[in-house]
């Protein structure tokens, strides 16, 4: 039993009223019902300590599993839509916006799949089917800045969106800047009717420019209905 439980059993003792006063101040405010009884006493006052314990973790736990969903769920560093986030987040948000082109109609399947991390990455490879023939190759890699698993803090570092037509050949590229410093920031190749490169190269230097794989979507489906393929 605490220090504190054995001092107040010899308050009670001492005197029922008193003890039941003392009580109030170390506790709750509220005084206790305490009989002079030694056995009722320590029954009580166990019973009683032992609640407010349970009470305080189930606080305790309570706070963690929130903080735990808040970062799960974290939507990234404010102002940079491709700041940092979890990689649960990242996954939610990805899984939503590929279903809502699913349910439209405009991707019609997909292959993309996240690969396990290697080396402080994670890979999101695959292709994209949609109307018109169209075609979207995706090569993008997530390097892990912190933690592991669904906690764990991603940011996209490296990407390539290529859209294609068949019967057309090529419509677009999107890349992340290249090493060597052959295109030091971010930019997109596009193509004319006949497949040749339209330039100069379309270069971007706001990063909060760059498209996200749904914006890269979104321009082929623009595309398609505006009759252009």
Same mark, same amino acid.
């Given at each position: 039993?605490?220090?504190?439980?054995?001092?107040?059993?010899?308050?009670?003792?001492?005197?029922?009223?008193?003890?039941?006063?003392?009580?109030?101040?170390?506790?709750?405010?509220?005084?206790?019902?305490?009989?002079?009884?030694?056995?009722?006493?320590?029954?009580? =006052?166990?019973?009683?300590?032992?609640? *407010?314990?349970?009470?305080? $973790? #189930? +606080?305790?736990?309570? /706070?963690?599993? &929130? @903080?735990?969903?808040?970062?799960?769920?974290?939507?990234?560093?404010?102002?940079?839509?491709?700041?940092?986030?979890?990689?649960?987040?990242?996954?939610?948000?990805?899984?939503?916006?590929?279903?809502?082109?699913?349910?439209?109609?405009?991707?019609?399947?997909?292959?993309?799949?996240?690969?396990?991390?290697?080396?402080?990455?994670?890979?999101?490879?695959?292709?994209?089917?949609?109307?018109?023939? =169209?075609?979207?190759?995706?090569?993008? *890699?997530?390097?892990?800045? $912190? #933690? +592991?698993?669904?906690? /764990?803090?991603? &940011? @996209?570092?490296?990407?390539?969106?290529?859209?294609?037509?068949?019967?057309?050949?090529?419509?677009?590229?999107?890349?992340?800047?290249?090493?060597?410093?052959?295109?030091?920031?971010?930019?997109?190749?596009?193509?004319?009717?006949?497949?040749?490169?339209?330039?100069?190269?379309?270069?971007?230097?706001?990063?909060?420019?760059?498209?996200?794989?749904?914006?890269?979507?979104?321009?082929?489906?623009?595309?398609?209905?505006?009759?252009?393929?």
């Amino acid at each position: 039993m605490s220090t504190l439980t054995s001092e107040m059993e010899g308050w009670a003792v001492r005197g029922g009223y008193e003890a039941a006063c003392l009580l109030k101040s170390q506790t709750t405010n509220k005084p206790l019902p305490i009989r002079a009884d030694r056995s009722g006493l320590r029954i009580q =006052i166990c019973t009683y300590l032992m609640t *407010r314990r349970h009470r305080r $973790k #189930g +606080k305790r736990d309570a /706070a963690k599993a &929130r @903080a735990a969903a808040a970062l799960l769920l974290s939507s990234g560093t404010a102002g940079d839509r491709h700041g940092p986030t979890s990689f649960a987040n990242y996954q939610q948000v990805h899984d939503a916006c590929m279903q809502d082109f699913v349910d439209e109609g405009f991707v019609t399947s997909h292959t993309l799949e996240f690969g396990k991390p290697t080396h402080g990455h994670i890979a999101l490879t695959g292709e994209i089917r949609c109307l018109g023939s =169209i075609t979207i190759s995706v090569d993008k *890699r997530l390097k892990v800045l $912190k #933690g +592991k698993g669904p906690t /764990a803090t991603v &940011r @996209a570092i490296e990407y390539r969106y290529h859209a294609q037509a068949d019967g057309r050949g090529p419509l677009f590229r999107y890349c992340s800047p290249h090493d060597g410093g052959h295109r030091p920031c971010h930019h997109v190749h596009r193509y004319d009717a006949f497949g040749s490169e339209v330039l100069p190269v379309e270069e971007i230097w706001d990063s909060n420019a760059v498209p996200t794989l749904s914006n890269v979507i979104a321009e082929a489906r623009e595309l398609y209905y505006n009759r252009e393929l």
